[in-house]
């Protein structure tokens, strides 16, 4: 099958336009050689396209699915072309970065308005991404930093500790509970509980911590992210307990948080491929996430008074 790039050029913009004349205007050619290579593109795929309805074209099903390729390819060029012309405008004035989901939500948008107000040429590309394919992605030097929750490096990297706090306590704000400095395991018992999944490990840890002093929490909703159960909890549907940078963002919008007994580590490792040439924005980022970190414990400190 000899097709070329100029036949899927055409087929996309009959695909996108609709009618051979809106075609040929987009790629600034005649109606004949539009038609002529449609009529060259069925010919060489075996396929019918498009059937002829009153003057306009009508793809079938096999174009509709032949279309989601083009664009998948499509779309893929057209981030290298964006890639290539931020490398030339920017030179390596921009960084990628990996970490899970609720960094990107907590820790990375400060420290990112930190970065872009002191360096308001950089680029950052963020992906967010859960464990385990999140370290095994840093172990193939895909990106430039990480953020993640282990404790142990993956291979080829190097880890710094970035942050360490205590899990806390989430209650509505007039919940009896919220009359406490502190609250222990044991006052969770048959309160209505919202739990994160259960294949989440801080889930995991806490259900053993439950377990060992014989509490039953009454589990009504069970949700993947600490976000939306701080979203349930401020909507009066029970207590939980959450890392304190999600919990920090909830706090006067219907929540409280507290200290909790014993207390549950958290903690954010900030990871470097070992094999990946560093450039100066990476360093900067990272110094502007140290920064934020600070500052977020300094503000949970507050709260937490």
């Avoid at 290298?80 to 931020?86: L, S, W």
């Avoid at 992906?127 to 490096?153: F, I, K, N, V």
């Avoid at 880890?159 to 919220?178: F, M, N, R």
């Avoid at 929540?255 to 909790?260: A, D, F, G, P, Q």
Wanted: charged share 20%.
């Amino acid at each position: 099958m000899n097709l070329t790039h100029r036949h899927i050029e055409v087929f996309r913009a009959l695909m996108t336009t609709g009618s051979v004349t809106a075609a040929a205007q987009l790629l600034f050619t005649s109606q004949p050689t539009v038609s002529r290579e449609l009529a060259r593109l069925e010919q060489l795929t075996g396929l019918p396209l498009f059937d002829r309805v009153r003057g306009r074209l009508r793809a079938t099903t096999q174009a509709l699915a032949l279309f989601d390729e083009v664009q998948r390819s499509h779309i893929g060029l057209e981030r290298i072309r964006q890639t290539a012309a931020q490398l030339k405008s920017q030179g390596q004035g921009w960084v990628t970065v990996l970490c899970l989901p609720v960094f990107s939500q907590t820790l990375l948008p400060g420290a990112c308005a930190r970065l872009i107000q002191k360096h308001p040429g950089v680029s950052l590309h963020i992906t967010p991404q859960e464990s385990p394919y999140l370290e095994q992605m840093l172990a193939s030097q895909t990106h430039d930093l990480g953020l993640t929750e282990h404790d142990r490096a993956p291979p080829g990297t190097r880890q710094t500790e970035l942050l360490q706090a205590d899990e806390v306590a989430v209650l509505p704000e007039d919940h009896p509970l919220a009359t406490k400095a502190k609250i222990k395991l044991k006052d969770f018992s048959g309160l209505p509980f919202v739990s994160l999944a259960a294949t989440d490990p801080y889930r995991q840890q806490l259900d053993e911590l439950f377990a060992q002093q014989d509490v039953t929490p009454q589990r009504q909703i069970e949700t993947p992210s600490a976000a939306s159960v701080c979203a349930m909890v401020a909507q009066g549907l029970g207590v939980s307990i959450v890392n304190p940078l999600t919990a920090m963002d909830y706090v006067g919008r219907g929540l409280v948080i507290r200290r909790v007994g014993p207390s549950i580590p958290f903690r954010i490792s900030l990871v470097r491929p070992l094999q990946r040439p560093g450039n100066w924005v990476v360093d900067a980022l990272e110094h502007a996430l140290q920064m934020e970190a600070k500052d977020r414990l300094r503000l949970l400190a507050q709260s937490l008074r």
